[in-house]
């Protein structure tokens, strides 16, 4: 099965601080993808990847950003964190490359706050 | 541009009750569709997928079939549990410019009651 690893379940950060958010799948997957999850607006695409050192933004990409230096690790970057950013942040991976349609395979989440 | 609805929650029933939750779809071409199910306090999990018209996908008695002519993948079970309370997301996978992205719905929140 695909693992999907988030590096933390909870975190609380201060407003203005740099926040780190790691993802790290095991099964060699192309595409990797940031989300974040608030009540009454479903999942929304912050970043995705679909090679190492490549990123293309999604539909709410301002105020983050990502590095992938390693095909397994997708790295999310709050710049200067805000209390708007308070939210469930899930990351996912899929095979990507030649093969069509396939699904994502979701961590279990990351539920930050920002104080 | 692609996109799915889905029924607005939440859905209540009681234990053993039969369970439907609509979605629909808009798209060019063929997506592929898809349902996943978020337990409370977890990530999403792949419930079943259909990739062509009039495909049903099936898993843990749950099951949607892929109508074409309705663009519609309702996900249906014959006896919900206490334990399928959770939150359903229907999408699809854009049929052409495979990004690997997904499109997904607002989500609908079942609640079983035994």
């Known amino acids: 099965d695909v693992k999907v690893t988030q590096s933390s379940r909870y975190l609380v950060k201060r407003t203005g601080e740099k926040v780190f958010l790691e993802c790290v799948q095991d099964?060699?997957?192309?595409?990797m993808f940031w989300y974040r999850q608030d009540p009454g607006l479903g999942l929304r695409l912050i970043y995705f990847s679909y090679d190492v050192k490549m990123k293309e933004k999604g539909d709410i990409p301002e105020g983050y950003s990502v590095s992938r230096e390693k095909k397994e690790r997708f790295s999310l970057i709050l710049e200067s964190a805000s209390t708007n950013q308070t939210s469930m942040y899930l990351c996912?991976?899929?095979?990507?490359?030649?093969?069509?349609?396939?699904?994502?395979?979701f961590g279990d989440g990351t539920r930050l706050s920002i104080l | 541009g692609d996109s799915v609805t889905q029924m607005e929650g939440p859905v209540t029933l009681s234990e053993e009750a039969f369970l439907t939750i609509n979605c629909t779809y808009t798209a060019t071409g063929y997506p592929s569709l898809f349902w996943y199910v978020q337990y409370p306090g977890e990530g999403l999990q792949l419930l079943l997928k259909?990739?062509?018209?009039?495909d049903k996908g099936s898993n843990k008695g749950f099951e949607a079939t892929y109508r074409k002519e309705t663009t519609s993948f309702h996900l249906e079970k014959g006896s919900v549990q206490v334990s399928d309370s959770a939150v359903y997301f229907c999408?699809?996978?854009?049929?052409?410019?495979?990004?690997?992205?997904?499109?997904f719905g607002q989500g609908t929140t079942l609640q079983v009651k035994p």
């Open positions: 099964m060699d997957h192309e595409n």
């Open positions: 999408a699809l996978s854009p049929f052409s410019g495979n990004t690997g992205k997904l499109i």
């Open positions: 259909a990739t062509k018209a009039d």
């Open positions: 996912a991976s899929s095979l990507g490359g030649a093969a069509p349609n396939q699904p994502q395979h």
